[in-house]
């Protein structure tokens, strides 16, 4: 098992950018990460997975707004969250899982990170 901290939440307003580390407690270089989020009253959704390789993708709401990365070297996720909008409001968390046929199944989870979009 894998412990996963996330850090870099916060409030930030509509239209800004805001970045979102994970530190893993051990080697994650042959894991898909991921990044989840869950709004109140809503479902927890991925928003974003990259594989051990480095290929991603990106649910149609963030898409061409958040980038994931990652530093296996450093053990780190990222998550780039550019043209904030009041929506993307939530618990976001990192998460370490498997890419199988095409799809994304969470393991390890993270406690989360508070991101609040408002004025």
């Known amino acids: 098992q894998v412990q996963l901290v996330e850090s870099g939440g916060g409030l930030v307003q509509p239209g800004g950018s805001l970045r979102l580390s994970c530190a893993a407690s051990r080697i994650i270089f042959v894991a898909g990460m991921g990044w989840y989020r869950q709004a109140p009253g809503k479902q927890r959704e991925l928003v974003a997975s990259?594989?051990?390789?480095?290929?991603?993708n990106y649910a149609d709401s963030v898409k061409g707004r958040f980038t994931i990365s990652r530093d296996n070297a450093k053990r780190m996720v990222y998550l780039q969250m550019n043209s904030l909008k009041p929506e993307d409001t939530a618990v976001y968390y990192c998460?370490?899982?498997?890419?199988?046929?095409?799809?994304?199944?969470?393991?390890?989870w993270g406690q989360g990170t508070q991101v609040t979009v408002s004025s």
């Open positions: 990259i594989t051990s390789s480095g290929i991603t």
């Open positions: 998460n370490r899982g498997e890419h199988r046929g095409g799809f994304y199944y969470p393991r390890d």
